[in-house]
């Protein structure tokens, strides 16, 4: 079939699946289960009004509960098997991850990329936040700054391996250090401890402008007469942006903070296409990746790690979204 005739057919039959459901749950209920007849018309009127909300629910609980919550359930239970899922070793494959050095690293690694892309990414849009709104070409500025955020992480890792080659000729970092006259080129990516944070910089330059327009936006929104006052006071404008803004748009900035660190725990791209994992370079994603088509039982398992480490950031993220939007 035709693709575009197998796309409207598709939505054609979804429309028309969502109608027909929602009719006909309503008329079961109304006519079948609750009927608006007889001495208890108004008790089934009640009790059809209380259930109706949830038919509406229903699909997509049933959606959620199909694609989220059971995979959840069974990778889990996946995890307690050996790869070929015959045979049950318990927490066999957590013990194991727990033994391995190189997960031990990827742990460390994960943890290094938490503390330093969100608060690089999130102070970084915050100063070109404020800056940008000072200048008379800010709106181009900005559009310059959230440019990355339309390239792929893949793309944007190949345009930084063309920065960090070992090549003066090819690698702006090299042929800097040539000009200051350094007489051999360095692969930045090889250097032991220091390559994590070159590939760091990477992310950072794609999520400035996310942060930056999220911040940007908090910025315009608080009240110019506490500016007004501060210049009154005397306040130097670091004062007014440290002492004053800062402190009204915090909940924003937890808020930035807390969905790039979700981001960042679940980065693989910009690892694997830089480095693979190697040079002591691996992060959870890629470990798990580097076991998956293995015969072994931890790539489950850590997969299940990932989703632990990230569940308590995601609801914390939401939490502090619904206080900004009360």
Known sequence: MNPLV?????????????????????MVLDRVIFPAKGKNIARNINRANMVRPWLFLFPAI?????????????????????????DFIGMGNYIALYEDP?????????????LFVPAGATFMGLVAAQLTDRLSW???????????????????????????????????????RA????????????IPFWNNFFLMVILIWIQ??????????????????????AVLDGASPFQIFFKIKVPQIMGTIVVVWTTITILVLKVFDIVYTMTGGNFDTQILPS??????FRDDGRAT??????????????????????????
């Open 6 to 26: 197998q796309g409207m057919v598709t939505i054609l039959i979804g429309v028309v699946g969502c109608i027909g459901y929602f009719y006909a749950s309503n």
């Open 62 to 86: 049933f959606a959620l509960g199909l694609y989220l919550a059971y995979p959840v359930v069974g990778s889990f239970y996946r995890s307690l098997f050996n790869r070929a899922g015959t």
């Open 102 to 114: 190189s997960f031990r690293r990827a742990v460390f690694n994960n943890m290094l990329w938490v």
């Open 138 to 176: 800010g709106n181009i500025a900005k559009s310059l700054i959230f440019m990355p955020m339309a390239i792929s992480f893949v793309g944007a890792s190949l345009i930084w391996k063309f920065v960090y080659a070992n090549n003066p000729d090819i690698g702006i970092l090299n042929a800097i």
């Open 179 to 190: 000009l200051l006259g350094a007489e051999r080129p360095v692969d930045v990516l090889q």
């Open 208 to 229: 400035t402008g996310f942060a930056m327009v999220i911040l940007s936006a908090a910025l315009r929104g608080i009240p110019e007469e506490t500016v007004e006052a």
């Open 287 to 292: 470990y798990m990746m580097s076991y998956m």
């Open 301 to 326: 398992a850590t997969a299940f790690v990932i989703m632990i480490i990230v569940l308590p950031v995601m609801i914390w993220n939401i939490v502090q979204a619904r206080k900004e939007m009360r």
